[in-house]
């Protein structure tokens, strides 16, 4: 019998960098890292009856400057692992599913300017080929201050969790809709 290419067993599993602590999943600089590493060792996987090569497109970070600005800009102060994600990457999506994605500072403003939001929320991203966002409270505390805002029906649901567990979870569901999810027993 021959074998298959294709196949991957335990041993070919990407190695982690020698100083990852595993209590630091969430940190989003282990998530960018562990992401840019599928990037550079394709592999497909299955998602909604189909078979997906998961590709991951970051844009540039922003810098320390930009958020600062943004930051002045809106008033408030942002979550420190949404932070710490602008300036890895100023944004990113999923190279084969259009309909999620999350937004870089310009398009955050943008978003004001188009979007009739409390001035306390920033739209952080699109979700469900653009019928919901994702937005942040910053009035909220950083653990619960992640909401999806329906545009349809204007429903606005909290997804009690900071940047860092909402970016886990978005790129587990490879930008699906986990938070609709809880019928199958996930808690929030």
């Given at each position: 019998?021959?074998?298959?290419?294709?196949?991957?067993?335990?041993?070919?599993?990407?190695?982690?960098?020698?100083?990852y602590?595993?209590?630091?999943?969430?940190?989003?600089?282990?998530?960018?890292?562990?992401?840019?590493?599928?990037?550079?060792?394709?592999?497909?996987?299955?998602?909604?009856?189909?078979?997906i090569?998961?590709?991951?497109?970051?844009?540039?970070?922003?810098?320390?400057?930009?958020?600062?600005?943004?930051?002045?800009?809106?008033?408030?102060?942002?979550?420190?692992?949404?932070?710490?994600?602008?300036?890895?990457?100023?944004?990113?999506?999923?190279s084969?599913?259009?309909?999620?994605?999350l937004?870089?500072?310009?398009?955050?403003?943008?978003?004001?300017?188009?979007?009739?939001?409390?001035?306390?929320?920033?739209?952080?991203?699109?979700?469900?080929?653009?019928?919901?966002?994702?937005?942040?409270?910053?009035?909220?505390?950083?653990?619960a201050?992640?909401?999806?805002?329906?545009?349809?029906?204007?429903?606005?649901?909290?997804l009690?969790?900071?940047?860092a567990?909402?970016?886990?979870?978005?790129?587990?569901?490879?930008?699906?809709?986990?938070?609709?999810?809880?019928?199958?027993?996930?808690s929030?």
């Amino acid at each position: 019998m021959g074998t298959n290419s294709n196949n991957r067993d335990k041993n070919d599993i990407l190695p982690l960098p020698e100083d990852y602590d595993y209590g630091d999943y969430l940190k989003i600089s282990n998530i960018i890292h562990q992401l840019r590493m599928l990037n550079d060792n394709p592999g497909y996987i299955y998602n909604h009856g189909v078979s997906i090569n998961y590709i991951f497109s970051f844009n540039d970070g922003c810098t320390p400057d930009d958020i600062c600005k943004l930051e002045e800009n809106i008033g408030y102060l942002l979550p420190k692992d949404y932070k710490e994600f602008l300036l890895y990457t100023n944004g990113m999506n999923f190279s084969n599913h259009v309909g999620s994605y999350l937004v870089g500072i310009g398009e955050i403003y943008i978003n004001q300017n188009i979007f009739d939001y409390p001035q306390s929320t920033i739209v952080i991203g699109s979700v469900c080929d653009g019928s919901a966002h994702v937005v942040i409270d910053l009035k909220k505390e950083h653990d619960a201050c992640i909401f999806i805002h329906d545009v349809y029906s204007g429903n606005l649901q909290n997804l009690n969790c900071g940047f860092a567990l909402f970016f886990n979870r978005f790129i587990m569901t490879y930008g699906s809709a986990f938070w609709e999810w809880a019928g199958i027993g996930l808690s929030f």
